[in-house]
């Protein structure tokens, strides 16, 4: 069974990096779609960046396009998300998701992904 655990987050203040480690257990080497997604207080769950283990392509939401980076240790089993740049409104709970599928985008709905990590708090402020 795949658990995800998420890690790094922290209070940073804007302009600043952090980045935010999913470490996974459990994982049969399947296609999978790893998202990290967020959530801030009042308002709904967003998928913010995508990491395909198929073609190990990634994909971005506009709004963090440019100051996110995604990426895979393979030897770690850990999924990162070097976030720079950082602003107020990036302020969130950040979660790892997982699905096993071939098709990865931003594009997928939070509905698509059935493994959840804890999530990990991201505060961006001065």
């Known amino acids: 069974q795949v658990q995800l655990v998420e890690s790094g987050g922290g209070s940073v203040q804007p302009g600043g990096s952090l980045r935010l480690s999913c470490e996974v257990s459990g994982y049969s080497g399947s296609s999978t779609c790893f998202g990290w997604f967020r959530q801030a207080p009042g308002k709904e769950r967003e998928l913010v960046s995508t990491?395909?283990?198929?073609?190990?392509?990634?994909d971005y939401e506009d709004s963090v396009k440019g100051r996110f980076t995604v990426s895979r240790d393979d030897a770690k089993n850990t999924i990162y998300l070097q976030m720079n740049y950082l602003k107020p409104e990036d302020t969130a709970l950040y979660h790892c998701?997982?699905?096993?599928?071939?098709?990865?985008?931003?594009?997928?709905?939070?509905?698509?992904?059935?493994?959840w990590g804890q999530g990990t708090q991201v505060t961006v402020s001065s």
């Open positions: 990491f395909s283990t198929y073609d190990r392509n990634s």
């Open positions: 998701a997982a699905k096993f599928t071939r098709t990865c985008t931003v594009l997928l709905g939070r509905r698509a992904f059935n493994i």
